[in-house]
């Protein structure tokens, strides 16, 4: 089956430093690889989609790197800032083009400011 | 995008009664879907709800347990029906959007049984 990791431990950073987070994944080779925050009490909110064809992606101070051959995201978050704090979740179509995403547990970032 | 209105945003309630979480998007969708998010873990689909036809559940979760509704392009409900402790979670409805390579969520229900 398939299935998606990401951090379980928290990321706690400084301000203005990069934070990483990781995304890994088995077995089916998705077609395209999403990143999503959420905030507490709220529902998660679409951030970045990568291509298989992609190696990188950017949208302002974020970027994202998709690994086809490691099954591995990479999320940038560069010149962090404490209102980055939240828990960003990778997502993964498994259902072969119907679009229905299946998350990872998502990783925990705290910035200290 | 879609804005999507989900209420109630919590709830309490008794053990043994059912709740109704109800999902309002601003425009017409073909799917809707619900999710369960436990405390600490990933986002579970229960089932895909389409309109004019029955929902589709996912395994481990039964239409007696989590009835869903689909009146309308619009509009859509869950019951959690003879609720439990074990049924404390955030429950979560979505659509995709309008080119299939995202989704959009509610704020969520946090539902709490005692």
């Known amino acids: 089956s398939q299935k998606i990791e990401q951090n379980s431990e928290a990321l706690n950073i400084q301000e203005g430093k990069t934070a990483t987070l990781t995304c890994n994944y088995t077995n089916y080779s998705p077609a395209y690889l999403q990143w999503y925050r959420q905030d507490p009490g709220r529902g998660p909110v679409f951030l970045l989609l990568i291509r298989e064809n992609e190696k990188e992606k950017r949208k302002e101070r974020l970027k994202v790197t998709f690994d086809t051959t490691l099954k591995q995201s990479l999320f940038h978050i560069t010149a962090s800032q404490p209102a980055d704090s939240a828990t960003y979740l990778c997502a993964l179509d498994f259902s072969g083009g119907s679009y229905i995403p299946t998350f990872g547990r998502g990783t925990s970032l705290i910035v200290h400011p | 995008s879609a804005v999507i209105s989900q209420k109630p945003s919590r709830d309490i309630c008794q053990r043994g009664t059912s709740l109704t979480i109800q999902c309002q998007v601003d425009s017409q969708v073909t799917m809707m879907f619900w999710y369960r998010q436990q405390p600490g873990q990933s986002l579970t689909l229960i089932a895909t709800a389409n309109q004019g036809s029955e929902a589709t559940y996912e395994s481990g979760f039964v239409i007696d347990k989590f009835p869903i509704s689909r009146p309308n392009l619009t509009f859509s409900t869950l019951t959690v029906s003879n609720m439990s402790p074990e049924d404390s979670s955030i429950y979560l409805c979505?659509?995709?959007?309008?080119?299939?390579?995202?989704?959009?969520f509610g704020q969520g229900t946090r539902l709490t049984v005692v």
């Open positions: 979505s659509v995709p959007g309008t080119v299939n390579t995202e989704a959009f």
